[in-house]
């Protein structure tokens, strides 16, 4: 991997960026195995203290932000799409879990 000030044309920045993008999207992948663990394990308590922590960890992210030099207000977007659409895919993969159990329950 070289610094961004190594790089001698746009083509060897493109390279370099799209080597950080599919680190990003394996570390997303890893987070999002996380989260799934993290719903089985839940229990009733740990959801009602879903809207504490999900303040909390913007927060924890909008300082690491500006620690590197970035906008906090990016980060915390990013974020926030992120979880929401982890939430979403999380509720699908419910929905089709339940929708099986009782086609299962009335066969």
Not at 88 to 93: D, I, L, S, T
Request: hydrophobic content about 35%; glycine content about 2%; overall charge negative.
């Amino acid at each position: 991997m070289k610094l961004p000030e190594q790089c001698d044309d746009i083509n060897e920045i493109r390279d370099e960026i799209d080597h950080l993008d599919h680190q990003i999207i394996q570390l997303l992948g890893k987070r999002l195995s996380y989260v799934k663990v993290a719903l089985k394990v839940q229990n009733r308590e740990d959801r009602d203290q879903f809207a504490k922590r999900f303040q909390t960890m913007l927060s924890d992210r909008s300082q690491w932000a500006e620690v590197e030099g970035i906008n906090p207000d990016i980060v915390e977007c990013v974020y926030r799409d992120l979880i929401n659409r982890f939430i979403k895919e999380e509720m699908k993969a419910w929905q089709r879990s339940q929708a099986a159990s009782e086609s299962t329950i009335k066969e």
